[in-house]
């Protein structure tokens, strides 16, 4: 299986997931890596897919970060 099957089998990705920051951990070495749709690697033993939630972006916060 690669990460698209175990995420299929799970429900799917949530709405308010991210996506594109879909990260892969592997187990043994904990070096982690951005998981991308057209790469057909497959996940071993101890792996982890981690899914981050898209960050809402407000007017104010975007103010507060560029000016502030």
Known sequence: ????DYIKTS??????????ETQIIKGRTNE???A?????????????????EKTEATFWKTFTEVFI
């Open 1 to 4: 299986y690669n990460f698209i």
């Open 11 to 20: 429900g799917g990705f949530g709405w308010r997931a991210d996506e594109d």
């Open 32 to 34: 982690a890596f951005l």
């Open 36 to 52: 991308s749709k057209g790469d057909d690697y497959e996940l071993e033993p101890g792996d982890a897919i981690f899914v981050p």
